[in-house]
């Protein structure tokens, strides 16, 4: 099956700092999705992409879908502690009614 | 307000007992999903359903069972089977055909003792 690597696994950062967090694929896929959870709750769907080489912001998001279509990013300018979570990256193929996650990055804020 | 309600939101039980989680949509989605995510992993898709009185199997769906009577409800009852339940259960909703949409629950967590 596909598999999608994440990283970092976790990160801890100054508040105001800007934060870099990638995903990559061994296939080629028709969407990236990127979502941030909260302890203790579901995941919120952030940024959406569709298209290869796609460049999205959400606030002090952005979101790039490569154009290999094979990897994407995510940024976070300027930091904040509600930044704090974890945030993950997720594919999904057409025709297909399932998406793949990847396993996550934590992010840790410190004030 | 529309939402996806999961209830309860902390479930204790014993080992060997078949337990089942709740799920309620009021956002008229037709497809509705059950993930379990495990620490330090992503979700992993259990069940999926894109229409009531239909469902599939997802990645990991052994020792699970699901139901869709209502279009509004889609219950996952976590059997004996399932060798290591203990875990954090998401309910999510979208609309058909709209899987790249899907809104979550806040979600179960299950301890099995």
């Known amino acids: 099956g596909q598999q999608l690597n994440q990283s970092p696994q976790s990160m801890f950062i100054q508040e105001g700092e800007d934060v870099s967090m990638n995903c990559t694929s061994s296939s080629i896929f028709n969407t990236w999705l990127w979502y941030k959870q909260d302890p203790g709750e579901g995941p919120v769907l952030l940024i959406a992409l569709y298209k290869a080489g796609e460049l999205t912001s959400n606030g002090r998001l952005t979101a790039q879908f490569g154009i290999t279509r094979k990897d994407s990013f995510l940024n976070i300018s300027a930091s904040i502690p509600s930044d704090v979570g974890i945030y993950f990256c997720?594919?999904?193929?057409?025709?297909?009614?399932?998406?793949?996650f990847g396993k996550g990055t934590k992010l840790s804020v410190i004030p | 307000d529309g939402g996806i309600t999961q209830s309860p939101k902390y479930l204790f039980r014993k080992e060997g007992q078949n337990v089942t989680l709740s799920c309620e949509q009021n956002?008229?989605?037709?497809?509705m999903y059950w993930y379990r995510q495990d620490p330090g992993q992503g979700l992993r898709l259990i069940y999926y359903?894109?229409?009531?009185?239909?469902?599939q199997k997802g990645d990991i769906a052994e020792g699970y069972s699901v139901s869709r009577e209502k279009k509004e409800s889609f219950p996952l009852t976590v059997t004996s089977a399932q060798k290591n339940p203990t875990a954090f259960y998401l309910c999510a909703s979208s609309p058909r055909l709209a899987v790249e949409t899907q809104y979550f629950g806040p979600g179960t967590r299950l301890l099995v003792l």
């Open positions: 997720a594919l999904s193929r057409a025709g297909s009614y399932q998406l793949t």
């Open positions: 956002l008229n989605h037709d497809a």
């Open positions: 359903s894109q229409i009531v009185n239909d469902f």
